[in-house]
């Protein structure tokens, strides 16, 4: 109970509850200087307000009118003034924005579901209470914690929004707080102030941003579970259209992870126009990124690549999207490089990194940085080029992105091999091939035998010279 609900406790419950509904029944008509004249001057006008917002949860279901009366209340509530010592009016406005954002999900579009949920988390993070539980470490997410605060759905909401922020600069620590998270939520889910349709949303989500950021860390096999999960999960909700759209995006950037280009290329075409449908033009970027990497890494026609690419950036820039534009910057560095247009090269490899510098996401940061490898390598510098790399190798492996590490290795090796370092490029691969095999990493696995089987003939060495390498090479356990 809030302070102003135990001051309030003269006036009875009932008293109160009659009140907001009447209040209720007249707001969407009601001029908002005429309502600000009938409570401004009442003594227990939080707790009117508590009890208006309690009225509107309850009604949460019925879709009829519910817009209009939750806008019209969350207006109200904003514009009102009053001593407000307990942070009272932040909460009240989370709480009917959570109710404008759920309504949307259920009954409207996407944008204005990602609108009100940009609110929620504003609200949320004007509590104090609730602004240091958004700051917690993993290792400090508790069950008592996440109780204390996760019963209210507008937190939740908040967490979760906050969470998948932040998914791309850290997918370790992602892994660590949705789960954490998610446990607690299907555990306790009695405990949650929402309905079962609202609490299975959120399960849905979290998974999928589990499976996304399991992906990123190279474990298949969770990504494979989540996966399931929050395609199960998000089938049972309502207007389900957005964020199956998303399901179907999480599949696609794992095609990619997985070197399954052509499979990308073929449908990204058709998931972009869902996208466009349901107005979601950010995740249109997201596949556009996808299907221009793809093509790149796919080897597909020069020309119709550079087309996508150039397209695709055009549209991250024209969005605001740094994390993207910094990452097409440097994949239009590589393009030019191979086409002998080496100033253009140069040009883009340096927007990519300072670029890169903007975003903060360590894997924005090691592709923009793995990228000047690329160009050196192209101008036969192998040497400096391997130095890049390794050090774009590093930026992945501190984020825990394993399997780009694994490619990245894979393709240090065959710049030694290139340069005459066959010592080195089996070292390389001998660090690598641990990743390839959890991750099942077919075209890396090939690549790396053949590799393997020209460094041997090159440079002579016996398989019992093999192992005391990977003998030396191996980590401590």
């Known amino acids: ?4 609900q135990r001051l309030a406790a003269e006036v009875s419950p009932l008293d109160l509850v009659h009140r907001a509904g009447q209040l209720l029944a007249i707001l969407p008509n009601l001029p908002s200087s005429k309502a600000h004249e009938q409570l ?9 307000l508590h009890a208006l917002v309690s009225i509107l949860g309850r009604n949460q279901d019925q879709q009829d009118d519910a817009y209009s009366q939750l806008e019209a209340a969350y207006g109200l509530i904003h514009d009102l003034k009053w001593e407000d010592e307990f942070e009272e009016r932040e909460q009240l406005l989370s709480s009917v924005a959570f109710l404008m954002w759920n309504c949307c999900r259920r009954y409207r579009s996407y944008p204005e579901t990602l609108r009100w949920e940009s609110r929620v988390l504003e609200h949320v993070q004007e509590q104090t209470p609730t602004r240091d539980f ?5 290792s400090e997410l508790s069950g008592d914690v996440l109780g204390r605060f996760l019963a209210d759905p507008a937190v939740l909401l908040a967490v979760w929004g906050n969470i998948e922020l932040k998914a791309n600069q850290n997918p370790d620590r992602t892994l660590k707080a949705a789960g954490a998270i998610w446990v607690w939520l299907t555990s306790h889910r009695r405990e949650v102030a929402g309905d079962d349709e609202t609490v299975a949303y959120f399960e849905g989500r979290l998974a999928l941003t589990l499976a996304m950021a399991s992906a990123h860390v190279g474990k298949g096999r969770e990504w494979e579970v989540w996966f399931s999960k929050a395609k199960l999960s998000l089938e049972s909700v309502q207007n389900p259209g957005p964020y199956l ?13 997985r070197r399954r280009y052509a499979e990308v290329v073929e449908q990204s075409g058709p998931l972009i126009e869902r996208f466009r449908t349901l107005s979601m033009p950010a995740h249109e970027l997201k596949v556009s990124f996808v299907l221009a990497n793809s093509l790149k890494d796919g080897s597909y026609p020069a020309q119709q690549t550079l087309k996508v690419f150039k397209d695709t950036y055009r549209a991250a820039v024209r969005m605001g999207n740094v994390m993207l534009s910094a990452s097409l910057a440097s994949g239009l560095a590589q393009l030019h490089g191979k086409a002998g247009n080496q100033l253009l090269a140069d040009c883009y490899a340096v927007l990519g990194l300072r670029l890169a510098e903007r975003a903060a996401c ?4 090691a592709y923009a ?14 040497l400096e080029a391997v130095n890049a790399y390794r050090a774009g190798a590093q930026v992945y492996a501190e984020s825990h992105m394993y399997p780009f590490v694994a490619y990245t290795r894979v393709i240090i090796a065959e710049t030694l091999l290139i340069a005459g370092r066959e010592g080195d490029a089996i070292g390389e691969l001998l660090l690598a091939l641990p990743i390839i ?12 035998v053949w590799l393997m089987r020209q460094a041997i003939k090159q440079r002579g060495i016996r398989p019992s010279m093999l192992r005391d390498l990977r003998e030396r090479l191996a980590p401590p356990q």
């Open 437 to 448: 095999e959890r991750e099942s990493l077919i075209e890396e696995a090939e690549a790396s």
């Open 134 to 138: 958004l700051a917690l470490e993993p």
């Open 245 to 257: 759209a998303m399901v179907e995006f999480n599949r696609l950037g794992r095609l990619y992870i």
């Open 1 to 4: 109970m809030c302070p102003s």
């Open 362 to 365: 360590p894997w924005v940061s």
């Open 369 to 382: 940085i793995s990228t000047r490898g690329e160009l050196l390598r192209d101008r036969g510098a192998y």
């Open 40 to 48: 401004s001057a009442a003594p227990d006008l939080p707790a009117t």
